[in-house]
């Protein structure tokens, strides 16, 4: 079964805003949701997280996040999009992970989102 | 500084030849890990360490291999490669909240 789950792809206007929705599955109490942005050359740039146990909606810059954490569901929401804004967003669900013994938390991202914003 | 190095950036390997890729981050995180990307894919989850405790993944555990000889350096390293692990390799390291990624080593096989 699919931890994140994100849609594939959508778009807007620029100076619109944009929302990117995000599901995720996890029994833990902490955890952590991060979102990417992937740029051609394959860097993941890093955008903006939420913690579980955070009471209100982080934001960053432009990006800020809708947390619907009864739902599991979280939504990253860019103002005033750009054409530059154009590419593939990954949400991940950090959690602790106890595989083989080790500790830490694990990393898992969804599918991404194709984003297209024209101009 | 929150900047994750990775090296090389390109790499062009024979089938059946081993791959050491490097990765090194100086904002003391605990947890560093080593992604496969391929296109239209997520990113893969190959292993990490938190501290010096490596985690490997169940589909993984016997293709790639890593050490972790201090805090700030991470090496992913490939015995024998083939086709299939032509790809982009991305390392990250993490605080528990924020994680950030290196620019990524993209690999071809050959």
């Known amino acids: 079964a699919q931890k994140v789950t994100q849609v594939q792809s959508t778009g807007s206007s620029q100076w619109g805003e944009v929302t990117l929705h995000c599901s995720y599955e996890?029994?833990?109490?902490?955890?952590?949701i991060l979102w990417y942005k992937q740029l051609f050359s394959g860097e993941m740039v890093f955008l903006i997280y939420?913690?579980?146990?955070?009471?209100q909606n982080q934001r960053n810059s432009r990006y800020s996040v809708v947390f619907q954490k009864s739902l599991k569901s979280i939504s990253l929401v860019i103002s005033a999009s750009q054409p530059e804004d154009s590419g593939t967003y990954f949400c991940?669900?950090?959690?602790?992970?106890?595989?083989?013994?080790?500790?830490?938390?694990?990393?898992?991202f969804g599918t991404g989102t194709l984003l297209s914003v024209k101009p | 500084d929150t900047t994750v190095k990775q090296n090389p950036r390109y790499k062009l390997a024979r089938v059946g030849k081993p791959v050491n890729l490097i990765c090194s981050q100086t904002?003391?995180?605990?947890?560093m890990y080593w992604y496969q990307k391929k296109p239209n894919q997520a990113p893969k989850l190959l292993l990490f360490?938190?501290?010096?405790?490596?985690?490997r993944e169940a589909d993984t555990f016997e293709k790639f291999q890593s050490s972790r000889p201090n805090n700030s350096f991470c090496s992913l390293y490939i015995g024998s490669a083939g086709l299939e692990y032509s790809a982009m390799y991305l390392c990250?390291?993490?605080?528990?909240?924020?994680?950030?990624f290196g620019k990524g080593t993209r690999l071809t096989v050959v």
């Open positions: 939420q913690t579980s146990f955070d009471t």
């Open positions: 904002m003391n995180h605990d947890t």
């Open positions: 990250a390291s993490s605080n528990r909240r924020e994680v950030f």
């Open positions: 996890t029994s833990e109490y902490f955890y952590v």
């Open positions: 360490y938190y501290d010096k405790i490596l985690n």
């Open positions: 991940a669900l950090s959690e602790p992970s106890m595989n083989y013994g080790g500790s830490g938390n694990k990393l898992i």
